[in-house]
């Protein structure tokens, strides 16, 4: 057992520095920030995902996808080296500072460019071989850098050792993951039932309810009957569980497709109106038939419930 | 128990001559009516108003915008007109992967027809008015590659462009500032848009089968759609959940999507509309801008729009009422055919940025035949007066000597009986099949690229394989 925290510490530099397979998900860390990093040769292999090497030669187009907003408003600079360090895939960032010329190994070189929400850059390899990618981040005044080296088409034998001590740090990897996650998991589950064991929601042709412990809401859409791809608004009466009107609560709308896996394809917004209780939901929009969801989130005083409103369209 | 073998081999038999002569669906459930209902040409709602252009529905403003969505003169070298990529005889498409203009366009050339219902432009609705959208073209290096002094003063020079600026936009101002040139760009756009706004669809034989229906019409006892196109429309109403986003009279949602479509050689995977949205939020001349002519800027579209990290790689739905003369298919052509089409979606793969929304659907090759059947059927002709199907008349031989180009007074258009906005999709369901334009759109189109004497371009766009 004590071996464990040994390998785990020596495990980027084993697993191409900094890109890490982390339970099933491919991370690039620089420095703090984090992102899914993937490689695709979309004209030979697809759809095909490469975490670590790529064993085809061809037009490779690079992947980071934030785990981390701060990546999305920091310059990005990346820049693909052959691995002329002798490290191959130990090579680290300070091999790198040790290189004479750097540009002279360079292959392909990005400009430092902001890239929100995801970083892509395309590079066609002509030769097989070690390569080092290297990421600069700039975060403020700050700069971080990941370096990761890689083989890109068919390396021989020479890799399977690295192989075979991979599949086993990955191995250990997930145990040490699924561990460390199997108690967030129940928490979520108790606090997601807990949720929903307040609010149901029977719905009229006209008309969408729910109660809560606390709230109670009675919904209107302005589009009668209610149909799908047209912008409409919908008026709220909010009451409290003894039907008195409850006037300057603060709403929040979200919701979506619960068997879809998607939510609202608008950002409504609610303001009250004058008459004691009433809201007014605008821009809601559905766009697929089929069942829905409106979570409104109710927070009046120290009191707060989330009422789901269901609907079939 | 002879007696028992016979009636138990009659029941098989009749069991299987059943489902023999079963060659199309027994009946429809009432979920299924619906949708299908919700799906018609019929269903179609009069065309939504645009304040944000004045003169949207005006007939002068259509006829000057048709004359300028055919004038090659609105482009670096003479050539290129809207017509070079939105093509009449191609449903105002090209045949092309991606656009080919001055140089190349980025994605695929959209179809126009229907366009005015959508609250968004482009692939990845970095406009949000038909108007708006007709002004980014113009600019495109790759695509017009002219600019908006260079159409203030085609305005300006050509008295008829002029006469028919005047009475619909006023004065044109003399000032060549920033402020004016811009104003009369914008307007120019809005005379293509009100052009635009007419090209509407007409009924398809799915919407002849759900009229039918309508009628009380036996499912089977009809000759609108065969057993292979029903069985197609079975699975499309159902299993293979095309409705999802393919919804609506014109097949649409105008939403966006990541759909997992791979980038063609060169190219990076396609941002989409997480890119789009920011661009239209910047446009200047969106719906909250200053050209706007709505005085109470209220723009719920742009207002409540969402934003966010599922937007990448998401593109706009496109209607399904012009597959038939629109191919190559998705936002950048990477589909020759309908049957690669259905094969990506029935495959569903990871999508290399963000997330495919689509879920694998596990059809038969069978099923996927039966579901390209059906989608022929939804193919629609144009429901737009023929005239609009080709350059203005007097026009087209005339632009690139610097001849003064159609006849555009208010009055001469109100007399045009090309003008009058056609309505699609009567309830009765007999509206007529629109000839589709042949010899003259096609002479139209190409003299486009011809009388400017660029000769080269014109041989290059010839020789480029038509897939």
């Not at chain 1, 960032?93 to 430092?112: F, G, K, N, Y």
Request: include cysteine; charge should be negative.
């Amino acid at each position: 057992m004590a071996v464990l925290p040994l390998l785990l510490a020596a495990q980027p530099a084993l697993a191409h520095g900094g890109v890490v397979a982390e339970d099933d998900l491919c991370v690039i860390n620089i420095g703090y920030l984090k992102a899914h990093f993937k490689m695709f040769v979309p004209a030979r292999s697809g759809h095909r995902e490469y975490c670590e090497d790529i064993p085809l030669r061809g037009e490779t187009v690079f992947v980071m996808e934030y785990l981390h907003d701060g990546l999305s408003a920091a310059p990005i600079d990346f820049r693909i080296v052959r691995n002329t360090t002798g490290k191959g895939n130990f090579a680290r960032l300070s091999d790198i500072d040790a290189l004479p010329d750097l540009d002279a190994v360079t292959v392909s070189r990005h400009p430092s460019a902001v890239a929100p929400g995801v970083y892509t850059a395309l590079h066609e390899f002509d030769d097989d071989g070690e390569y080092i990618g290297i990421v600069v981040a700039q975060a403020g005044d700050k700069r971080y850098t990941a370096v990761f080296p890689f083989t890109v088409g068919d390396t021989g034998a020479g890799v399977w050792p690295w192989l075979l001590a991979a599949i086993v740090i990955l191995q250990l990897n997930f145990w040490y993951w699924t561990r460390r996650r199997r108690r967030p998991h129940a928490a979520a589950g108790v606090l997601a039932a807990l949720l929903l064991a307040g609010a149901h929601a029977p719905a009229t042709a006209e008309e969408y309810s729910a109660a809560g412990d606390r709230f109670r809401v009675t919904a209107t859409p302005s589009l009668q009957p209610l149909t799908i791809n047209r912008m409409h608004a919908w008026d709220l009466v909010l009451t409290d569980d003894n039907g008195e009107p409850v006037s300057g609560a603060r709403i929040d709308v979200a919701g979506g497709m619960p068997a879809h896996d998607h939510g609202l394809p608008t950002q409504p917004q609610v303001t009250g109106l004058e008459a004691p209780g009433h809201y007014r939901i605008e821009g809601l929009r559905f766009h697929m038939p089929g069942e829905w969801e409106l979570v409104l989130t109710i927070t009046a005083g120290p009191a707060s419930e989330r009422l789901v409103l269901s609907l079939v369209l | 128990m002879l007696a028992a073998g016979a009636g138990l081999l009659l029941t098989t038999g009749a069991w299987l001559a059943g489902q023999w002569l079963d060659r199309g669906p027994p009946s429809w459930s009432s979920d299924e009516r619906r949708l299908m209902e919700s799906l018609w040409i019929a269903s179609l709602p009069p065309l939504p108003p645009d304040p944000t252009n004045a003169v949207a529905d005006d007939p002068a403003a259509a006829a000057f915008g048709h004359a300028l969505f055919f004038d090659p003169r609105a482009s670096a070298n003479g050539a290129i007109a809207c017509a070079t990529c939105h093509q009449p005889q191609r449903r105002f498409t090209d045949g092309l992967p991606r656009g080919v203009a001055i140089g190349r366009s980025a994605r695929n050339t959209p179809s126009i027809v229907g366009a005015a219902y959508s609250p968004w432009y482009y692939w990845d609705g970095r406009r949000d008015s038909l108007w708006s959208q007709a002004l980014s073209p113009l600019e495109d290096p790759n695509e017009h590659g002219s600019d908006r002094h260079t159409l203030y003063e085609l305005v300006r020079d050509d008295p008829a462009y002029r006469r028919a600026y005047e009475p619909l936009f006023g004065p044109l101002p003399a000032s060549t500032d920033a402020a004016a040139v811009d104003r009369v760009f914008a307007n120019v756009g809005k005379a293509i848009a009100a052009y635009e706004r007419r090209l509407l669809p007409g009924p398809s034989r799915f919407d002849a089968y759900v009229d039918h229906l309508s009628r009380g019409g036996d499912p089977r006892r009809q000759d609108h759609l065969d057993a292979s196109e029903l069985r197609g429309l079975r699975l499309f109403l159902g299993p293979a959940r095309c409705t999802e986003c393919h919804n609506g009279p014109l097949l649409t949602n105008h939403e966006f999507h990541n759909t997992g479509l791979l980038p063609p050689p060169g190219a990076l995977p396609d941002r989409g509309r997480f890119d789009g949205l920011d661009a239209v939020r910047r446009d200047p001349f969106n719906c909250l801008g200053a050209f706007s002519d709505d005085p109470s800027r209220r723009c719920d579209e742009l207002t409540f729009v969402r934003d966010g990290v599922e937007l990448i790689g998401a593109t706009r739905t496109p209607s399904l009422r012009n597959l038939g003369a629109t191919m190559p298919f998705q936002s950048k052509g990477q589909f020759a055919t309908l049957a690669e089409v259905l094969r990506h979606y029935n495959d569903a793969p990871a999508a290399l940025i963000g997330h495919n929304e689509a879920k694998p659907l596990s059809l038969s090759s069978r099923e996927l035949r039966d579901l390209e059947a059906f989608l022929s059927a939804l193919d629609a002709p144009i429901a737009a007066d023929p005239a609009l199907l080709a350059a203005p008349r007097g026009y087209d031989q005339a632009p690139a000597s610097g001849a003064p180009s159609t006849p555009s007074s208010r009055a001469a258009a109100s007399r045009s009986p090309s003008v009058s906005t056609p309505r699609p999709g009567r309830r009765d369901g007999t509206a007529t099949r629109i000839r589709m334009p042949s010899d003259s759109a096609r002479s139209c189109s190409s003299c486009s690229n011809c009388s400017s004497g660029d000769g080269a371009l014109a041989t290059r766009r010839r020789k480029t394989p038509q897939r």
